[in-house]
């Protein structure tokens, strides 16, 4: 399967009376033998490449998105033909085959792994596409499962289909990230000023290693609902060489907050 861009220079050689109806710079899709149709009917690069010289119409006007639209279908294609199932094949052998084509993108070899916000707008193709074909006539199922939804903002009320094949990602908005356990080791190092290999690093000019270190380590060890972060703000850290556990007061509710483990120092705050 090949892939090439329409040009429309020269086709008065064609032996065409009227220059084609396709976009310039579309990208299309032709088999190995170059043929449209066969004895089965039309070929399925043909009915691709009639979605694509659509797509200007149909929500995607600018050309540099054309060829990823193009590329999404033409992968997925590939994909199913080794699995034996045909572009308009059942409901259920495009499912399955679907399903195949999810632990590919998800587990299969590095270089073809797909992000899930690469994924979902992959599944966004692949649904636009196949109702499409459906109102086209072309295909009788698809490899989507649907389930109904509601949701509500501002008072008003809103029911649709939500596509199941859609993958959960972060809202743009979250910024938490989360340290291996690798990682946090040299970080930790890092707050106390030491190297990776827990000596001391004599090029480091960092200022209250200790106080560093402890907040780093209560932090790591007390997992999520600790007040510590919060509770620093506005407050004077003091460290003590006695043992025990520190109570974190909780500067939002005025009560005592959960008890932490002591890990290099005790961490009181002070008002």
């Not at 600790?226 to 006695?242: F, I, K, N």
């Not at 025990?244 to 008890?259: I, M």
Request: glycine share 10%.
């Amino acid at each position: 399967m090949h892939q090439s861009t329409y040009s429309s220079a020269g086709w008065e050689s064609w032996g065409l009376a009227f220059r084609p109806a396709i976009p310039e710079g579309m990208p299309l899709l032709f088999d190995d033998d170059l043929l449209f149709e066969d004895s089965n009917g039309i070929r399925p690069t043909t009915v691709i490449n009639c979605w694509a010289c659509e797509l200007p119409a149909n929500g995607c006007p600018s050309p540099n998105s054309w060829p990823y639209y193009v590329r999404t279908m033409r992968e997925w294609l590939e994909f199913i033909s080794e699995h034996g199932v045909v572009l308009f094949d059942t409901g259920r052998r495009l499912k399955a085959a679907l399903g195949v084509y999810s632990v590919y993108r998800a587990q299969g070899p590095i270089k073809h792994h797909f992000e899930a916000s690469t994924w979902n707008q992959s599944m966004g193709i692949l649904a636009g596409f196949y109702k499409w074909a459906r109102d086209e006539g072309y295909a009788d199922s698809e490899p989507f499962t649907y389930r109904q939804a509601v949701w509500a903002f501002k008072g008003q009320v809103r029911r649709g289909r939500v596509n199941q094949s859609r993958r959960r990602q972060a809202k743009p908005h979250v910024t938490i990230k989360y340290l291996d356990d690798d990682f946090t080791d040299m970080f930790l190092k890092g707050l106390a000023g030491l190297s990776p290999d827990g000596e001391r690093d004599l090029r480091y000019r960092g200022r209250e290693l200790a106080r560093n270190s402890a907040i780093g380590r209560v932090i790591v060890s007390s997992g999520p609902g600790v007040h510590v972060p919060a509770g620093l703000r506005g407050a004077r850290a003091s460290l003590t060489a006695d043992c025990g556990a520190a109570v974190v007061p909780d500067p939002v509710r005025g009560h005592q907050g959960k008890q932490v483990p002591r890990v290099v120092d005790r961490l009181r705050l002070a008002g």
